[in-house]
């Protein structure tokens, strides 16, 4: 199992950028993809990015597209989503998880507690 503990979050007024990190421990990071999810209130969890093993191959929600990034430093253990020009329906708890395979599939998947990200109009 991996422990994620994910960071970044906060209140930002609409156009602004934040940078969220994932710090990985308990596998070797650099054996298994990793994602990013969100939830707002009143809605499912859903997918917003994800990387495979090596960042070499990216998924993107398409109303993310465009504006955020997932990355990864396999050095440090770390994944991370910057996220630029927020609007308020980015506003939700995102989520790191992290995959048992060096690409994406289905699952299962370890999650992070969670991070809050609120854009203010």
């Known amino acids: 199992q991996v422990r994620l503990v994910e960071s970044g979050g906060g209140l930002v007024q609409a156009g602004a950028s934040l940078r969220l990190s994932c710090a990985a421990s308990?596998?070797?990071?650099?054996?298994?993809?990793m994602g990013w999810f969100r939830q707002a209130p009143g809605k499912e969890r859903e997918r917003v990015a994800t990387?495979?093993?090596?960042?070499?191959?990216?998924y993107y929600a398409d109303s993310v597209k465009g504006r955020f990034t997932i990355s990864r430093d396999n050095a440090k253990n770390t994944v991370y989503l910057q996220m630029n020009s927020l609007t308020p329906e980015d506003t939700a708890v995102y989520y790191c998880?992290?995959?048992?395979?060096?690409?994406?599939?289905?699952?299962?998947?370890?999650w992070g507690q969670g991070t809050q990200v609120t854009v203010s109009s």
């Open positions: 308990g596998r070797t990071f650099s054996s298994y993809a």
């Open positions: 998880a992290a995959g048992y395979t060096s690409t994406w599939s289905p699952g299962p998947y370890d």
């Open positions: 990387i495979n093993w090596s960042g070499g191959r990216t």
